[in-house]
Every structure is written in structure tokens, then in C-alpha cells.
């Protein structure tokens, strides 16, 4: 499996931006998707995270109400849109991969953790100027 994302920059409070994640090569393996982020001298944050099966999904408590996630299965590419953005928003947006033994259960358990996935991303900035 490899990922691209795309789709980072800079951007003024409030605004909104769309980030997202191709995935190519074996994607039968990739089970959820993820969205990790992390600011300079801070740890990598669960974002949000995906299903490809039945598109069940979470948000972590920081993006809860102004980001959602989404994907298209025909073009295998999962959206972080990202709304009302603010400073602390500034990181590095991972996105991420994981077979999570192809289990439904595991992938409820482990998808908020880095652990949990198999592949990430190169990241792409993104930067919140007030």
C-alpha cells in the first residue's frame, strides 16, 4: 500500500480546506484509514478515522464539529474537510493505513492509535494564520 496525500497550504482562521489521501498498490489490505497530526514539538494527534467496509468513522475531541472525514471507494481516496480552522490547528497531516487483521473488532479497538496502522503517508503541511 502506498498513500499520497495532497491538498495542504495556508489558510486564515476560519477558513476551510480539504485534504486528501490517495491510496495505490495493494489497497485489498488497507481495512480504516486515519488522519494523524502534529505540530512542531508536539506529539502526533489522532484526527479522524474511516472505514472502507461500512464507513463507520470518529473524530478526535480537538476537530469534533468542524471536521468530518469521508472516502470514495471507486477512486480509493479518503477527505479530511476541515472547517472554521484555528492556529492550533497548524501541523503536519498524516494519513495512514491499516488492515487491522481485516477485523471489525480490531479495527473498533485500535483505530484511534498509531499502532494500529500498517502504512502512513509522506504528510502534507497545513498552516492556520490569524
Known amino acids: 500500500v502506498q498513500l499520497q496525500a495532497s491538498g495542504g497550504g495556508s489558510v486564515q482562521v476560519g477558513d476551510s480546506l480539504t485534504i486528501s489521501c490517495a491510496v495505490s498498490?495493494?489497497?485489498?489490505?488497507?481495512?480504516?484509514m486515519g488522519w494523524f497530526r502534529q505540530a512542531p514539538g508536539s506529539e502526533r494527534e489522532f484526527v479522524a478515522t474511516?472505514?472502507?467496509?461500512?464507513?463507520?468513522?470518529a473524530l478526535g475531541e480537538s476537530v469534533k464539529g468542524r471536521f468530518t472525514i469521508s472516502r470514495d471507494k471507486d477512486k480509493r481516496t479518503v477527505y479530511l474537510q476541515m472547517n472554521n480552522l484555528k492556529p492550533e490547528d497548524t501541523a503536519k497531516y498524516y494519513c495512514?493505513?491499516?488492515?487491522?487483521?481485516?477485523?471489525?473488532?480490531?479495527?473498533?479497538?485500535?483505530?484511534?492509535?498509531?499502532?494500529?496502522?500498517?502504512?502512513w503517508g509522506q504528510g502534507t503541511q497545513v498552516t492556520v494564520s490569524s
Open positions: 498498490g495493494r489497497t485489498s489490505s488497507s481495512y480504516g
Open positions: 495512514a493505513s491499516g488492515s487491522f487483521g481485516d477485523s471489525y473488532y480490531a479495527y473498533h479497538q485500535l483505530r484511534e492509535f498509531q499502532r494500529g496502522y500498517d502504512t
Open positions: 474511516i472505514s472502507w467496509t461500512d464507513g463507520s468513522l
